[in-house]
Every structure is written in C-alpha cells, then in structure tokens.
C-alpha cells in the first residue's frame, strides 16, 4: 500500500533541507487517512470464536495469541502476517501464518502445528487455512530437538491430512477464525503505519 508511493514522492521539494523527506511523508499520509478511517489499534473480537479469549494483543506488536480452553484441553493460537510479497510493484495480498499448540493439563506430547491462511479467491474478507507441517514435544516448552519429527506434512497420506485438519476444526481453529484473525491484524498493520507516520512527520517538521 504506501511503500509504492514513497518512493516516488521522495522526489518532491527536492530543494528543501530534508530532500523533501516532509512532503512524502504528508502526502502519504494524506492519502492513508483518505483511503481509510482513522483509528487506534483494534482489539481482537470475533463472533465466530467465541470459545477463545485474547491472550495477547498489545497494540505496538505484530502478533496475536488466543486461548481456548475446553473438555480438559487447551488450544494456544499463536498468529502474525506474512511478509509482504510484490509482483512487480504492487504488493499481493497478504498471507497469515499461525502456530497451534493443543495440550492437555498433565499430559504429553503437545501438539504443534504450522499453519498458513490465505485470501480465497473471489471471496473477499474469507481466508483458507491449511497445515504446513505437525510435530509434537515431550512436554510444553520443549523444542523436540534431536526427536523424529516425522515427514513432511505435504508427503502425508491423503486420509491422514484430512483427519488432521478436521482435528483442528474441531477445536475452532477453521476458515473463519483465520479470516478473523487476518482482518484484525491487517487493521492493527495499518493503525500502527498510520502512527509511525505521524511520528515521522512531527520529528521532520522540527526541523522546518
């Protein structure tokens, strides 16, 4: 979104002591602040997961962690964007990346699966989920170092990946929690930008 305009707004006022760093960024701004409403950094709500409750949202961060706990089981939801991809000049639509924890008081092993979310095509504001890869630790907080982690998810049987992705919507991490989480962190994305500008533009116009 604004990384194509700064470049090319850079060039303005090209006599100015700042090289016309102030004019770009006002200009940037105003063109967020038109596109948009401005607002602070969101918290997290979704109507289609109820059952999980905010952990950690802290407006400066980039991640989200999301609890749900239920018949004797605890569901940790760890998610940030991906980085940002470009085609050209223009940026393609962002990705979400999720770690989900699933573990039961006093018992071993804790699941972790990694997890991707994309914008489905044609279906704006949908995101598809799909496991990139499962592995397990002894216990929670161990990394499985020097363990068998198993094959790579993609070489899986058929049968088998799908019981494991119907294993995770079971415990509400399915399409609509990502599509969820994918709109509150882009939101949350741009609050901060919104911020970092007006940042910037109050040190340089100190300057002036």
């Known amino acids: 979104m604004f990384l194509r305009r700064l470049r090319t707004s850079a060039v303005l006022r090209r006599g100015a002591k700042d090289g016309g760093v102030l004019a770009a960024i006002r200009a940037e701004l105003s063109h967020e602040l038109a596109s948009s409403a401005p607002s602070a950094p969101p918290s997290f709500h979704s109507e289609d997961a109820p059952d999980f409750v905010t952990v950690s949202d802290a407006p400066c961060a980039q991640d989200l962690l999301l609890r749900r706990r239920a018949d004797s089981e605890e569901v940790l939801v760890s998610a940030l964007l991906a980085p940002l991809v470009f085609e050209g000049q223009e940026p393609l639509p962002r990705d979400l990346l999720m770690k989900v924890f699933v573990s039961k008081p006093g018992a071993a092993p804790?699941?972790?699966?990694?997890?991707?979310?994309?914008?489905a095509e044609g279906k704006p504001g949908f995101a598809d989920c799909a496991i990139n890869a499962v592995r397990y630790y002894s216990s929670p907080g161990g990394d499985g170092e020097d363990k068998y982690e198993g094959p790579e998810f993609r070489d899986l049987d058929p049968q088998l990946k799908a019981a494991l992705q119907e294993y995770l919507v079971a415990r509400g991490v399915n399409s609509k929690l990502a599509s969820s989480?994918?709109?509150?962190?882009?939101?949350k994305e741009h609050a901060q930008y919104l911020n970092w500008l007006k940042i910037l533009e109050e040190t340089f116009s100190k300057d002036h």
């Open 181 to 187: 989480i994918l709109q509150h962190l882009l939101q």
């Open 110 to 119: 804790v699941l972790h699966f990694d997890c991707r979310a994309f914008s």
